[in-house]
């Protein structure tokens, strides 16, 4: 009867808000591409700067988990607060999935429009700096033996802060990237562009929320299955 | 008090060091052999590409750094000194600033060999000529690189395959300290030596000090600890 | 059983949004404020843009998979212990 109810309070907790979130998901994935299709050409790229539209909406996912990483590694390692560690492991992975996004897309769209896959921009290298620290969190976690979630927890907070130096380091070291207002200035050369871009950030971002919560709840499952096995244990 | 612990636990560890000299001699060596390397590789027809010392310099020390990282606590760990360490009743991150001043006087003398015979191999006595100049970039450098690596090396001496996880959390999270570390010494390269350059680069080098030092000294006491 | 259900509103995207891709060629001969764009400057970007859109669902879909599969293999486990632990406590 109580395990029983364990799984069911989270189901019922769960369904309440995470249903609505996905149709909302789903529908916007759903008009992007139309609304995407419909946009404006942009000058000098022509159709291949279409990618702007998921490329950048997906870092902006990236930095979303990079945040919650790294605030829940400081939550758990200064403050002991357990749960933080499932929030900080989640984020970790979603910063390596959308990081991994980008990564691929960024090229795709460089080898178009400037010919060739990799030209060290500031962007995509602080961005490859950025995945490479969050897929370290990865291994010291599943490499580290026991006791590494506190160690995963300082390379998160060491990434975390590390971000901006990276950026502007890198940014100050090349700069063939388009610079950073090209999102502003969309709003005036190409207001059509405005919309498709908020639908697809937003729908980003939701995407970054869902995925967040499937994955926290994979790993309070996982807690709850450690639980249960120790008090097989304790019989 | 604070100041007392660290000063005693560098004491400790020069005390041991001096005795053998391991870790100096093979961190040196082993520095030297990378230099060497990197001659074989990118020496063509008796020339280095342009400003390939400043790249050669850093990567050696790097290289040599995590090396000697590594040894210097795997000393700790094989004598468990490092829980008598954290038994004593001194406070934690003086015991880290200990261990830290270890690591600069090492990585200072490594530097001070590795400086002139890069130099000489590379052709780049040019750094001689704004001697100032050039210590602050190392300086800035070596500091922001050894704060992150001890701090690292520290609390990766419990874990399993600690030898392998040190560079692969190291070197992305230190990537600016070696970017600002070779420009900052590239540019001190140039024909009229850029000052404007390096001392921007310098900038950039302190303040990632300043931010590294102090969050290394925060963590370190809640990840020492069970 | 959640889970399923999420999985199936993930796969309902992609099907629903499928045929949506369809329609962007023809858009594009009516918003072309580009006015010397030629015209076989247009074909050689499409499978970048195509394969770039397609990775993003791949590595999503991958990646919600694999949480699913996790998931399950989790509270299957659940549920065994908790059946052996009733029997046990009975």
């Known amino acids: ?235 | 008090m604070f100041l007392r612990t660290a000063l005693l636990v560098l004491r400790k560890d020069f005390a041991i060091e001096m005795k053998s000299l391991e870790v100096l001699l093979t961190t040196l060596f082993f520095a030297v052999s990378c230099v060497l390397v990197f001659a074989f590789a990118f020496v063509k027809d008796g020339r280095a590409p342009e400003d390939a010392a400043a790249g050669i310099l850093w990567i050696a020390i790097a290289f040599a750094g995590t090396l000697a990282l590594g040894r210097t606590f795997e000393r700790e760990r094989y004598s468990e000194t490092l829980r008598a360490l954290l038994l004593a009743p001194a406070p934690r991150a003086a015991l880290y600033v200990g261990k830290l001043l270890g690591m600069l006087a090492l990585l200072g003398v490594a530097e001070g060999l590795l400086v002139p015979l890069v130099a000489l191999l590379f052709q780049a006595s040019a750094w001689f000529s704004r001697p100032l100049l050039l210590l602050a970039v190392l300086v800035g450098g070596t500091v922001g690189f050894a704060a992150v690596g001890t701090l690292f090396a520290a609390m990766l001496v419990r874990a399993r395959s600690r030898d392998v996880l040190l560079p692969i959390l190291l070197y992305p999270i230190t990537i600016p300290v070696i970017i600002g570390g070779v420009r900052g010494t590239a540019a001190l390269l140039a024909s009229p030596a850029d000052e404007v350059t390096a001392t921007m680069w310098i900038g950039i080098l302190f303040a990632f000090d300043a931010v590294f030092v102090t969050l290394s000294l925060w963590t370190f006491e809640p990840l020492m600890t069970e | 059983m959640t889970v399923r259900r999420i999985v199936m509103a993930l796969w309902s995207i992609v099907l629903v949004s499928a045929p949506s891709l369809a329609f962007q060629p023809p858009a594009q001969d009516e918003f072309v404020p580009v006015t010397d764009l030629p015209a076989g400057d247009q074909l050689p970007a499409a499978p970048f843009l195509i394969a770039a859109y397609v990775f993003v669902w791949l590595a999503v879909m991958l990646y919600v998979w694999t949480i699913w599969r996790r998931l399950n293999r989790v509270e299957a486990d659940m549920r065994t212990l908790e059946q052996r632990q009733h029997g046990a406590r009975r």
């Open chain 1, 1 to 235: 009867m109580g395990g029983q109810g364990t799984t069911a309070e989270g189901s019922i907790d769960m369904r309440k808000m995470f249903v609505p979130l996905l149709v909302t998901v789903a529908a916007m994935f759903a008009a992007a591409p139309v609304m995407i299709g419909r946009a404006p050409l942009e000058s000098t790229m022509g159709l291949i700067q279409k990618i702007f539209y998921y490329h950048v909406p997906s870092w902006m996912a990236m930095y979303a988990a990079i945040a919650v990483c790294g605030v829940a590694s400081a939550m758990y390692l200064f403050k002991g607060r357990a749960d933080a560690d499932d929030y900080a492991v989640s984020g970790a992975e979603l910063a390596v999935l959308f990081g991994l996004i980008g990564l691929v897309t960024g090229p795709l769209w460089g080898r178009k429009a400037w010919g060739v896959w990799w030209q060290w921009d500031a962007r995509l290298t602080s961005a490859l700096l950025l995945e490479l620290i969050f897929v370290a969190y990865l291994m010291v976690r599943k490499f580290g033996g026991p006791g590494s979630e506190k160690l995963a927890a300082a390379t998160a907070l060491f990434g975390t802060a590390t971000a901006p130096f990276v950026y502007k380091s890198v940014d100050i070291w090349r700069t063939v990237h388009p610079n950073t207002g090209v999102v502003r200035t969309l709003g005036s050369s190409m207001p059509d562009a405005a919309r498709p871009f908020a639908l697809s950030a937003i729908a980003f971002i939701l995407l970054f929320g869902v995925l967040l919560t499937l994955r926290v709840r994979l790993a309070r499952q996982q807690h709850a299955l450690d639980e249960l096995y120790l008090a097989e244990e304790d019989r």
